[in-house]
């Protein structure tokens, strides 16, 4: 019997675990092509951060040998991006020519990073963080190239900050916010955050935004939103990304912030489904790899023709920088929250309930041995309101079996309860 065709149209960490799952839940089934639009195979993104700094070498980043294509029979096509997809009529055509036809097809499609969109941002000198090909450019800048400029003070922009200071460039972040990571940390840790890069030789400023890149033929210098003219050789740009969809949209599927696909990954057309950063799963789009891990399962178990069917839930952000311990997870602000610091020793926890006294975001900074233990608490949604201050030190599970009691407000110096 000749297996159904399978064409996957991306080769990042998504398509990649996607094969791995079919290779655990169907082997076989499918005959499978993969394109990838980058030359390089398929790399582990997650690791191009401590590849800039010199923890990683190339090679480390890569998750497939050619053996293990070829042992399972995947064709694999690099550096031809889709540029016209047919779905009804089952093909797809590539950049280089390549007719690629299909039973099935998944948009695999990734994002692509944001973009300030202000004057001069086409200049020599002015990039992206995103891919291996940036991340290889960065980690060979000249000895001249001494100014560097980063834009964005999210996850991704506070590791570029970092992979560059380790190389001696003298950078700059700049952050729209007024402090770190505002969407997973609160002002306080935010704070630890911002003395700790300060002390790594990374300048930090807070409340500015970026007017216009100046510069002849390269860079030259940034116009900040308050006038102030900042003179650098190079500035990157780390602001987010956005799912990529116009495949999707020329191809006709229903598109909104990414592509739209239900609790099995299937998109609005029979046959064709998406995961990954390209997809909207309700009205949620994704940027961490745990979700899609779990996208990717359920994707081969419905490929496989099993039941399942797709379930978000938070999960944690780390900081992969070096000294820098912190674990976010859930919502970063309540009217209901327990806090404890240690500014001696850089500690500092935040514990957020919600009306039924259910944690519902944590953030620690400095000691995160706990985290694990918080987070089962907040995805199991049990009452704790009762341990009062107790709970930041640690989730007591006797207490937690217990029948809640009425406790009295702590009125220990450490601890306080807003």
Same mark, same amino acid.
């Given at each position: 019997m000749t297996a159904e065709r399978l064409l996957i149209v991306g080769n990042g960490m998504a398509a990649d675990r996607l094969l791995d799952e079919l290779y655990h839940h169907c082997p076989g089934r499918y005959a499978i092509t993969l394109c990838g639009e980058e030359n390089s195979a398929a790399y582990n993104r997650i690791l191009l951060s401590p590849y800039l700094t010199g923890e990683y070498n190339e090679q480390d980043l890569f998750l497939k040998t050619h053996h293990w294509y070829r042992e399972r029979g995947i064709e694999v096509h690099l550096?031809?991006?889709?540029?016209?997809?047919?779905?009804?009529?089952?093909?797809?055509?590539?950049?280089?020519?390549?007719?690629?036809?299909?039973?099935?097809?998944?948009?695999?499609?990734?994002?692509?990073? /944001?973009?300030?969109?202000?004057?001069?941002?086409?200049?020599?000198?002015?990039?992206?963080?995103?891919?291996?090909?940036?991340?290889?450019?960065l980690r060979q800048l000249p000895a001249a190239c001494r100014q560097v400029v980063v834009i964005g003070g999210g996850l991704l922009g506070i590791e570029a900050a970092y992979g560059l200071v380790q190389q001696g460039k003298q950078v700059t972040l700049l952050q729209r916010g007024q402090w770190l990571l505002n969407r997973q940390l609160d002002e306080v840790a935010g704070g630890y955050l911002q003395r700790h890069l300060q002390r790594l030789g990374i300048e930090v400023r807070l409340g500015v935004s970026t007017r216009r890149f100046i510069g002849a033929e390269h860079l030259e210098a940034l116009e900040l939103n308050d006038g102030e003219i900042l003179f650098a050789d190079l500035a990157v740009q780390a602001l987010g990304v956005t799912p990529r969809t116009e495949l999707a949209r020329q191809a006709g599927l229903q598109v909104d912030k990414g592509i739209l696909v239900n609790d099995q990954m299937a998109t609005s057309a029979s046959g064709v489904y998406a995961l990954g950063e390209c997809c909207q799963w309700q009205s949620q789009t994704f940027g961490l790899v745990a979700p899609i891990w779990d996208q990717a399962r359920v994707l081969a178990r419905a490929l496989a023709g099993e039941q399942d069917g797709y379930r978000y839930q938070d999960f944690a952000t780390r900081?992969?920088?070096?000294?820098?311990?912190?674990?976010?997870?859930?919502?970063?602000?309540?009217?209901?929250?327990?806090?404890?610091?240690?500014?001696?020793?850089?500690?500092?926890?935040?514990?957020? /309930?919600?009306?039924?006294?259910?944690?519902?975001?944590?953030?620690?900074?400095?000691?995160?041995?706990?985290g694990n233990a918080f987070i089962d608490l907040m995805k199991q949604q049990k009452q704790v309101s009762h341990l009062g201050s107790d709970l930041l030190f640690g989730p007591q599970t006797t207490a937690l079996e217990a029948e809640p009691e009425a406790v009295e407000d702590a009125n220990e110096p450490v601890a306080t309860a807003a």
């Open positions: 550096g031809g991006a889709v540029e016209q997809l047919k779905v009804e009529q089952g093909f797809a055509m590539t950049s280089d020519g390549r007719r690629h036809d299909f039973d099935r097809l998944v948009m695999a499609t990734g994002s692509l990073p /944001l973009s300030l969109g202000v004057e001069g941002e086409q200049l020599p000198g002015v990039m992206a963080f995103r891919t291996l090909a940036d991340a290889r450019y900081l992969k920088v070096s000294g820098i311990d912190l674990l976010a997870a859930g919502v970063t602000s309540s009217n209901s929250c327990l806090t404890y610091e240690d500014r001696e020793y850089g500690h500092y926890r935040r514990i957020n /309930l919600d009306e039924q006294g259910r944690i519902s975001g944590i953030v620690l900074y400095g000691d995160v041995s706990a």
